[in-house]
């Protein structure tokens, strides 16, 4: 970088001091655009429950979604994304009920295309947590996820949930191969313009404690996912894992979490030219609710944060706070 001139001929403060100017010389602006709203879904009628865990987060009924999805569109939020709350009945060591096509998701993504059309994007996971006993995103074989057989499903859960309507496929699994597999198998299916948003750098974190108890899956989890989920101690290896996704097809790809990776999108953002989707997962938000209620912060900090991921190279955010700030912006 050239820096011409120096002080006191060369003085930043000049371009900070009107507001006007500052909005002039700014650099990254989040816009409503850049926003995904994550919505829980359960089963039953004229449901609204809170998710313990996560401060203003609801789970709902399928007669109150459409009224959620009515307002993201109302504000101009380009895309949702589903994910359902599954009971321990409707739960086995196999994930079967991933593989309904009447499940709760499909239903949905039925529902809201129905009514809404394309004027809002439908992004449902690919994977098997919410419908498994043991609360793992595949197939347990003797106590580990085995990958092969573990695809198998995804591409079944796949072409199910293309067919009730979902737009963009996040398989957030981590398995190795499925994006290639899923999409191939979308193409020989006649859903070639279906998109896959993998989630290509997803880290085994302590940060999406809240999520699981929203998805029904906390109490459930045996072990940890640390044999599929990325190290947090590594870098270079986010670079092979979106090398080997976007070799195979991914359209989009997600890091998570988001705040404490902003290095690992910076590096991808100089290193690929594929859209990066940051998700700013349940932890981080229930940290960030917290602190502004215990008045440790200010709300600023919500934007302040969304705004840095635009600063590291995010192309957009999934955020829980997307509906309760796109006023905002
Ligand atoms: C499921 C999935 C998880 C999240 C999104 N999809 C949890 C997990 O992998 O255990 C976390 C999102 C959040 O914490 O907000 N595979």
Known sequence: MIITGKYP?????????REWSRRLTSEN????????????????????????????????????????????????????????????????????ESLNPNNLVCRACK????????????????ALDPYTSHGHDGLLVRGDVENDETVKLLIEQSLIQASAGCDVLAPSDMMDGR??????????????????????????????????????????????????????????????????????????????????YLDIIQKLKNNFKIPIIAYQVSGEYTMICDSIKKKIVK???????????KRSGANAIITYFADKIAKNL
């Open 179 to 260: 994006v290639g597999k899923i999409r191939n198998a979308l193409d020989k299916n006649n859903f070639k313009n279906v998109q896959i948003l993998s989630y290509a750098v997803k880290y085994a974190s302590s940060y999406y404690g809240p999520f699981r108890d929203a998805v029904g899956s906390k109490n459930l989890l045996r072990g940890d996912k640390k044999t599929y989920q990325m190290d947090f101690k590594n870098s270079d290896e986010s670079l092979r894992e979106v090398t080997l996704d976007i070799k195979e097809g991914a359209d989009m790809i997600i890091v998570k979490p988001g705040l404490p």
């Open 111 to 126: 529902q809201i295309k129905k009514k809404f059309k394309n004027n809002i994007g439908i992004m449902c996971d690919v």
């Open 299 to 309: 709300k600023d900090i919500i934007i302040e944060t969304l705004t840095s991921f």
């Open 29 to 96: 602006n989040l816009s409503v655009n850049d926003l995904i709203l994550p919505i829980f879904i359960i089963d039953g009628k004229n449901k609204k429950i809170p998710v313990k865990t996560m401060p203003g987060i609801y789970r709902y009924s399928l007669d109150k979604l459409n009224s959620v999805v009515e307002r993201a569109i109302d504000l101009g939020i380009p895309m949702i994304a589903l994910f359902p709350y599954t009971k321990n009945n409707l739960r086995n060591s196999l994930g079967s």
């Open 9 to 17: 001929q060369l003085r930043l403060r000049r371009n900070r001091k």
